[in-house]
């Protein structure tokens, strides 16, 4: 816990070092062969793995080097259902592993570097060893693009985030800054003015690239200021954000503006790289999915979490969308009796 708690966060806050399950313990106990596999270890890959393993598919789940996904970089998770006092994000990701593992779920703590989704078995490999399996979960998440200043990813949870949805509560009664210019960041700081007295909008040119209704509702907001032609040079502050160094990125000038937040909404990139463009993405590069269900183009490969879905970004929708893979998989097996 920060002094500004902070919650569910697909991309901020701040880095923690609490562990979640030891490392690779189980990777001997893994099959080559699985019914279904799961890419991905977040609230999506972690709640698909539990309902496919207690729907005794003795699913694989490759989690990558950092198990967990986002949650594992937030501190206080307060809109997670169930946890009324707020958990801690790694605690949450802890007991999701407990949970999937139970059941039967055997989790690989390493990265796949490779798949192949041309013919079935399905196929991916991962430090030196080769998982087939009938069907795949596709749930390894999004990320936030950040400024990538040294000032930005020490404070992030002391102040600097990524998500207004999760975060804007601690910032009742204070000024704070967002950056961006798309419909990302226009949405951001609208949210931000239910808490904020003041909210600073950072757009680095001298126009907006999100759609003129969002931005027509941001200037016309009396708790929004707009500043245009502004970076981000720095955040100032030693154990919380304070202020922001801001650059004209016209006269070259710098000013200070005092403020307790940083919103970074500069947009997000869906992981699909090891997919090597075995599947459609839409014109922001998430993955597709059919209408009403998680399936993907490929026959037997579904889709789950923020790698489709940039409209939500939250845990509870990608545990959400994570149960509807899974079910759709088992019926897909079902009905393939494979
Ligand atoms: P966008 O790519 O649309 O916008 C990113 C913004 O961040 C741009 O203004 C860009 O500036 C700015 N930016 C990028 N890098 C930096 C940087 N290093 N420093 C400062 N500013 C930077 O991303 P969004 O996340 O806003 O939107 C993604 C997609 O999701 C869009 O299609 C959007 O319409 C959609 N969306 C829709 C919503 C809705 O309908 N309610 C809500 C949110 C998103 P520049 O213009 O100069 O490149």
């Given amino acids: 816990m920060t002094e500004k708690g902070f919650t569910i966060d697909f991309g901020s806050s701040e880095p923690t070092t609490t562990p979640v399950a030891a490392p690779a313990a189980n990777v001997a106990a893994t099959t080559s062969h699985s019914k279904l596999m799961i890419f991905g270890s977040g609230p ?19 989690a990558g080097y950092e198990p967990g996904g986002q949650l594992m970089l937030t501190s206080e998770v307060e809109n997670f259902p169930g946890f009324p006092e ?12 407990t949970q999937a593992e139970r059941f039967g779920t055997v989790i690989v703590n390493q990265d796949v570097e490779r798949v192949d989704l041309s013919k079935r078995p399905f196929r991916a490999w991962s430090a030196g060893r080769e998982f087939t399996a009938d069907a795949v979960v596709i749930a390894t998440g999004a990320s936030a ?12 949870g002391r102040g600097v985030s990524s998500c207004a949805t999760c975060d804007g509560f601690f910032f009742k009664g204070e000024e704070v800054a967002v950056v961006g210019g798309g419909d990302t960041a226009l949405e951001e700081a609208l949210f931000l003015t239910r808490f904020a007295t003041k909210v600073h909008l950072l757009v680095r040119r001298d126009t907006f690239r999100g759609s003129k209704i969002m931005v ?31 650059k004209d990125t016209v006269s070259g000038a710098t000013e200070q503006l ?7 909404a500069i947009g997000h990139k869906p992981n699909t790289e090891l997919l090597g463009g075995a599947l459609p993405v839409d014109a922001a590069g998430y993955l597709q999915v059919k209408e009403h269900s998680s399936a993907s183009a490929i026959d037997g490969v579904f889709i789950a979490g923020d790698v489709h879905d940039h409209r939500y970004r939250q845990a509870v929708t990608a545990a959400g969308d ?16 494979v």
């Fill in 86 to 97: 707020g958990i801690n994000g790694p605690d949450l990701m802890a007991k999701m592993i």
């Fill in 216 to 246: 027509a509702r941001a200037q016309a907001h009396e708790k929004i200021e707009i500043h245009f032609n502004r970076e981000v040079v720095e955040v100032i502050g030693e154990k919380k954000t304070e202020a922001l160094k801001l």
């Fill in 44 to 62: 999506a890959g972690l709640t698909a793995a539990i309902y496919a393993a207690r729907a005794q598919l003795a699913p694989t789940l490759l």
């Fill in 322 to 337: 994570g149960c509807r893979a899974a079910l759709d998989a088992e019926r897909w097996l079902a009905e393939h009796a």
């Fill in 145 to 156: 693009i950040w400024l990538g200043l040294e000032s930005e990813t020490r404070l992030r």
């Fill in 258 to 264: 005092a403020v307790g937040g940083l919103f970074v």
